[in-house]
């Protein structure tokens, strides 16, 4: 997509699936759309599971926690992953923009879900 913010997936699922790009479809690269798949389905679980942390923390789910607690994971993304995981370049500011975006989406989808499956649950 242009961003320097997905080839990590690529990295951290070539290290869980143990694959070199030589199995199956030998391209000889980690830049697979298996390793991408594996990527974003783990990605997807570790968010479900800081969402459900989440609703365990807070009593009652608002904007402004739901946006604290987004921001609280974005400044713990920006020092914990350019120091352990991006060691051999520091990353431009697009990637912590992409960073940012992404967590304050998070953020808003933690305060909407209660109101849709509330939603749902009147309806039917």
Do not use: C
Not at 62 to 81: C, D, E, K, N
Request: glycine share 8%.
């Amino acid at each position: 997509f242009g961003i320097p913010f997905w080839d990590h997936w690529f990295d951290w699922e070539n290290s869980i699936l143990g694959t070199t790009g030589t199995g199956a479809t030998p391209t000889g690269t980690i830049f697979t759309y298996e390793q991408l798949t594996a990527g974003l389905i783990s990605h997807i679980l570790r968010g479900w599971g800081l969402a459900i942390a989440y609703y365990m923390l807070v009593r009652k789910v608002t904007l402004v926690s739901a946006f604290a607690f987004g921001w609280a994971m974005t400044i713990f993304y920006w020092i914990v992953f350019p120091v352990w995981v991006l060691t051999d370049a520091l990353p431009p500011w697009i990637w912590f923009f992409t960073a940012w975006e992404s967590h304050m989406v998070f953020a808003l989808g933690l305060w909407v879900a209660p109101k849709i499956f509330n939603y749902y649950r009147r309806a039917y």
